[in-house]
């Protein structure tokens, strides 16, 4: 939902579809929620975690641009001509499928396009260079090639790759200063419960913001899988039912372009209607337990929602979905983004009551017992 990486990273608030339409009638004894353990280790968050953080959001909005000039690095695209050659019967020969022309390569994500040392050995060289590098092809590689009209197989096979760069694209990383921070903070991470101006002031919002996420990642889950459904209500469970469906159907006919009724996606997914309707009830019930989850929290603890409060704290959720109010309240509707942002307010409060300890979360598993003590064990027994 979120268009940024960190949005997805530092965000605590619960996404809007997560939660069904309507009233949430039924009722549920939620397990425990405050004072919660967690374990210092285990939420910590490193100056390396939130430069990492950084350095990936601002690569998502680096802008290219081609040079003329320069080497070509781990990240970079090149446009390349290439020859491969085998050995076959005593000599080097170019082979089917080995030779191409003006080939783009994107050298950060095209790695696993070609067999080990391809893109590497692009690293380093310069605009204009030609080059041969020798590599081998994989034992387990499967493809055959056609060398002077026969068959070969290129399994474990030496192979010679000579290059000529033709081109190349650099990302051009935007740095992070505080007059960067200034101007782009706000759009860029996604912030928009306070005014962030400085480096500093910004990965101390990123190192909090990491925390909470981790805290959440951690207990959230847990605390509401051990929570009890006493009851649903069955009109609200029929409605989610008929809605969890609708947009299961609604998906596949975007998918295949084809028909939108249940038979036409039973058969197509070869799913018996009965296990499809167990599957969408499991959903259904799970999405209310959810709701009821986050309405009986917010009743206990009086995390009640004025008219100002939701003006102000739903256009703060429209603008991270990069949207305004009125047109999310005309996408999920009001009673949604209400719920939605009960959520945020529940999950801060928990996240805001928990016990932490030091050290890492112990393991479940007993040690294993020495031979000594096993024997002991044993006649004790007897």
């Known amino acids: 939902m979120f268009k940024k990486l ?19 009638e039924g009722k549920i004894k ?59 019967k005593g000599k080097k020969e170019a082979f089917e499928g080995g030779t191409a022309k003006k080939q783009d390569i994107d050298l950060s994500s095209d790695a696993q396009n070609y067999i080990e040392g391809f893109t590497s050995s692009l690293v380093g060289h310069k ?34 790759f000579t290059f000529k760069i033709n081109t190349l ?49 951690k207990i959230m889950n847990k605390i509401l899988e051990d929570s009890k459904v006493i009851s ?48 969408i009830t499991e959903q259904a019930k799970q999405s209310l337990k959810t709701t009821m989850f986050i309405r009986e929290i917010a009743k206990r603890e009086n995390l009640k929602l004025s008219a100002k409060e939701y003006k102000e704290e739903g256009k703060k959720l429209a603008e991270q979905n990069g949207t305004t109010l009125k047109e999310l309240e005309k996408q999920q509707g009001k009673k949604e983004i209400e719920l939605s942002i009960l959520a945020n307010r529940v999950q801060d409060f928990i996240v805001k009551n928990v016990k932490e300890k030091k050290g890492s979360e112990p393991t479940t598993t007993p040690a294993p017992m020495t031979t000594k003590k096993a024997k002991k064990t044993k006649k004790a027994k007897k």
């Open 6 to 24: 960190l949005a997805i990273m530092l965000t605590v608030a619960v996404a809007i579809t997560m939660f069904g339409c309507g009233s949430t």
């Open 30 to 88: 939620p397990a425990k929620y405050k004072g919660v353990v967690v374990y210092k280790d285990d939420i910590k968050v490193t100056d390396k975690d939130v430069d990492s953080t950084i350095e990936n959001v601002l690569s998502q909005s680096a802008k290219e641009k081609k040079v003329k000039k320069g080497k070509v690095g781990a990240s970079d695209k090149v446009n390349v001509d290439y020859k491969g050659e085998i050995e076959y």
């Open 127 to 160: 605009v204009g260079d030609k080059f041969t590098a020798k590599m081998k092809f994989p034992a387990s590689y499967t493809n055959e090639a056609t060398v002077k009209g026969k068959k070969v197989s290129l399994a474990g096979k030496p192979v010679w």
């Open 169 to 217: 694209t650099k990302k051009d990383v935007p740095k992070l200063t505080d007059s960067f921070v200034k101007k782009n903070a706000k759009s860029m991470f996604q912030i928009t419960d306070e005014k962030i101006t400085t480096v500093k002031a910004l990965k101390k919002y990123i190192k909090r913001e990491m925390r909470k996420y981790n805290i959440s990642n």
């Open 232 to 279: 649903y209500d069955q009109k609200e469970l029929k409605k989610e039912k008929k809605k969890l469906t609708d947009q299961t159907l609604s998906q596949y006919a975007q998918q295949v372009g084809g028909d939108l009724s249940l038979d036409a996606y039973l058969k197509a997914t070869q799913m018996k209607k009965k296990d499809f309707n167990k599957q």
